[in-house]
């Protein structure tokens, strides 16, 4: 059964830091990866997809790196702004089936 | 990136009715749609599969007679809690895979259910 882990849980830093979220999963026999910002009380807006045989990906000021031996991947923000402020989540997908972690909560401060 | 649109985004019932929940896809066609149940501060926890034309898959667990799950074309997927307990109080969002490779996720808006 495949898990998700995602570090930090919570994550606060002022306007215009860059910063790194981590992802790791127990299960490297995926489809793709997909990382997800979550507004409170709303849906998931998919970022990123990274297919199993990729690297990364980047969207704007987004990076997100996958090594699937090692069942890790990251989620870059480059010069973050208080409209990121959501909760993330990564999500390998597995027989098409995604399985989430809990998220980590991004704060950006003003 | 494609659209999926929830119907409603909020609903409140009595104990003991049902509620329906539909999802669409808008600009593309999907032969299955994903429903998840989300608790506060925990994961997504995928409910079940639904497949046009057939019967939905189950996750362990999940009870598919109070769950009740149509899809019965290519766009619309429908969740209908049935005699909801306020335990069913919950956050639902369902999803579709599409994309180049068809296998990239598009979720909804979700649906805040709340059960008095």
């Known amino acids: 059964k495949q898990e998700v882990t995602q570090i930090p849980a919570a994550l606060s830093v002022p306007e215009g830091e860059n910063l790194v979220l981590n992802c790791s999963f127990t299960d490297s026999a995926i489809y793709n990866l997909q990382w997800f910002r979550q507004d409170p009380g709303k849906g998931l807006t998919s970022l990123l997809l990274i297919q199993s045989s990729q690297r990364e990906q980047t969207s704007g000021r987004l990076n997100a790196s996958l090594d699937k031996s090692s069942g890790r991947s990251t989620l870059y923000i480059a010069a973050s702004q208080p409209g990121d402020s959501a909760t993330y989540l990564c999500?390998?997908?597995?027989?098409?089936?995604?399985?989430f972690g809990k998220g980590t909560k991004l704060s950006v401060i003003p | 990136g494609a659209v999926v649109s929830q119907h409603p985004s909020r609903v409140i019932c009595k104990s003991g009715t049902s509620v329906k929940i539909e999802c669409r896809s808008l600009?593309?066609?999907?032969?299955?749609m994903f429903w998840y149940r989300q608790f506060p501060k925990k994961s997504l926890m995928l409910m079940a599969t639904s497949n046009e034309g057939s019967k939905a898959t189950y996750e362990q667990g999940v009870e598919k007679d109070k769950f009740l799950i149509n899809h019965a074309s290519l766009t619309l997927s429908t969740l209908t809690v049935t005699s909801a307990h306020p335990e069913d109080s919950s956050f639902y969002i369902c999803?579709?895979?599409?994309?180049?490779?068809?296998?990239?996720?598009?979720f909804g808006q979700g649906t805040r259910l709340t059960v008095v």
């Open positions: 999500a390998p997908a597995g027989s098409y089936q995604l399985t």
């Open positions: 600009d593309f066609q999907a032969t299955t």
């Open positions: 999803s579709a895979l599409t994309g180049e490779t068809g296998t990239e996720a598009f």
